[in-house]
């Protein structure tokens, strides 16, 4: 064996050099990711999409004051008018399942005619204690990677082909966690107009 592997070094040297290269790449490429602790904490997000045939008066704002989630209706004004936030899904993303739930809320009747701003009744997110700092207290910051190719064979060897379709990730140093698509059931938000809230810390268990 040994003998042939000598009379044929240029052809063992053409097999294993390449298997050698992909393989050396893949490992840098992924071992940040794969040493990395997991992210530990929940998030909330919100996402707004506009409908164009059935527009409104007002739109809404989503905030986080005093660690709580805060939210308004707007009426739109000359200063206003390129707000397309007539309406608004809230998100809590499940670290440990690496999902995302909607959080369903409702809207105050009449809000096509109000002259000032409403405040919002969100007691569904009440009990949730909210860090609005961009890095968790685990190191991880959410981020929009933007559109990135699936990049074919190489691609899936390398390891920069996503395994999701939303574009945003959980980012630590070098490694990332990708993030699955929120789906919501009031109708499809602007996919790339995906807002972060804050961090869940605290979450009061209601008896």
């Given at each position: 064996m040994g003998k042939w592997i000598k009379n044929n070094l240029v052809l063992v040297s053409g097999i294993l050099l390449p298997?050698?290269?992909?393989?050396?790449?893949?490992?840098?490429?992924?071992?940040?990711?794969?040493?990395?602790?997991?992210?530990?904490?929940?998030?909330v997000l919100v996402g707004y999409r506009y409908?164009?045939?059935?527009?409104?008066?007002?739109?809404?704002?989503?905030?986080?004051?005093?660690?709580?989630?805060s939210g308004r209706a707007v009426p739109k004004g000359d200063g206003n008018t390129h707000l397309?936030?007539?309406?608004?899904?809230i998100f809590r993303y499940n670290a440990a399942a690496n999902t995302f739930e909607e959080i369903v809320y409702e809207l105050p009747e009449g809000l096509d005619g109000i002259e000032e701003p409403i405040p919002l009744l969100l007691t569904e997110t009440a009990d949730l204690t909210l860090d609005k700092?961009?890095?968790?207290?685990?190191?991880?910051?959410?981020?929009?990677?933007g559109y990135r190719g699936r990049g074919g064979l190489?691609?899936?060897?390398?390891?920069?082909?996503r395994r999701h379709e939303s574009n945003y990730v959980l980012k630590k140093d070098g490694a990332y966690v990708d993030l699955p698509k929120p789906a919501s059931t009031s109708g499809p938000y602007?996919?790339?107009?995906?807002?972060?809230?804050?961090?869940?810390?605290?979450e009061v268990s209601n008896p």
């Open positions: 298997v050698l290269l992909v393989g050396g790449f893949f490992v840098l490429n992924n071992a940040p990711r794969m040493l990395a602790d997991p992210p530990e904490y929940d998030f409908d164009y045939q059935h527009p409104s008066d007002y739109y809404l704002s989503f905030e986080v004051r005093n660690n709580t989630l397309n936030r007539q309406y608004a899904g700092r961009s890095q968790s207290p685990d190191g991880y910051t959410f981020e929009f990677l190489l691609g899936e060897m390398f390891g920069m082909r602007y996919q790339n107009d995906l807002h972060f809230m804050g961090w869940v810390i605290e």
